[in-house]
């Protein structure tokens, strides 16, 4: 079973659209799970952490749950600049490393 | 807003020949970290460094591969003698250590070649 689970997409969604991303991870040592965006040959960069409660920033809303080793993305009205890899990554914490999953590819289209 | 630096962008070289990348990670961290993504796959772990000595290490960082922080500022990932394989991008990030979130910072890598 891989480390860290996601659908490859890539997912073509019309502007303005809700789109729902999964991820499931293997190690239920994890700790500390976050979803990362990274543009085409560009570095991954943080887009957000994920808690236990669920957090929203804005139009992205995630979700944890630990007893099905589930994490979720949802990013409302979705724009053309939200067009990018979204990459679902854990970490056992405490500064250990990061382990990314393969990223979901996103299009968003007019 | 402070960030993690990384050079060369590119570095082209002949297999067999020794490589020297660098970065310069966020002043105040004090955790570093060495990430490669091969075109078309994930990113994948190769090394963890703190209070000057490697805390972590993947299958993939072979004998082949050494890190050092020589001053205080900079961090380098070095490859001794380079494979057709070796071919990817090569990422650094940086993490602080005291509170807060565990997040880590990623430089915007170098682009390694192995001809």
């Known amino acids: 079973r891989k480390e860290v689970e996601q659908d490859p997409g890539p997912f073509n969604v019309p502007e303005g659209a809700t789109v729902a991303f999964n991820c499931t991870y293997s190690n239920s040592a994890s700790q500390s799970f976050f979803w990362y965006r990274q543009d085409c040959r560009k570095e991954p960069k943080l887009l957000m952490s994920?808690?236990?409660s669920g957090n929203e920033d804005g139009r992205f809303t995630a979700q944890l749950n630990r007893a099905s080793q589930y994490i979720s993305l949802l990013i409302r009205d979705s724009k053309l600049s939200d067009s990018a890899t979204y990459l679902c990554v854990v970490s056992l914490g405490g500064g250990n490393k990061l382990t990314f999953g393969t990223g979901t590819q996103l299009k968003v289209e007019l | 807003e402070p960030e993690v630096t990384q050079t060369p962008s590119h570095q082209v070289t002949q297999m067999g020949q020794e490589v020297i990348l660098r970065c310069v990670p966020i002043s105040n961290h004090l955790y570093f970290y060495w990430y490669r993504q091969i075109l078309g796959q994930k990113v994948e772990f190769l090394v963890s460094?703190?209070?000057?000595?490697?805390?972590?290490k993947s299958e993939i960082f072979d004998d082949q591969f050494s890190v050092e922080r020589p001053d205080g500022s900079n961090f380098t990932l070095k490859i001794r003698s380079t494979k057709l394989e070796d071919s990817a991008m090569y990422f650094c990030?940086?993490?602080?250590?005291?509170?807060?979130?565990?997040?880590?910072?990623f430089g915007p890598g170098t682009r390694l070649t192995v001809l």
């Open positions: 990030a940086s993490r602080y250590i005291a509170g807060g979130p565990d997040t880590q910072y």
């Open positions: 994920v808690y236990s």
């Open positions: 460094f703190y209070n000057n000595e490697i805390s972590e």
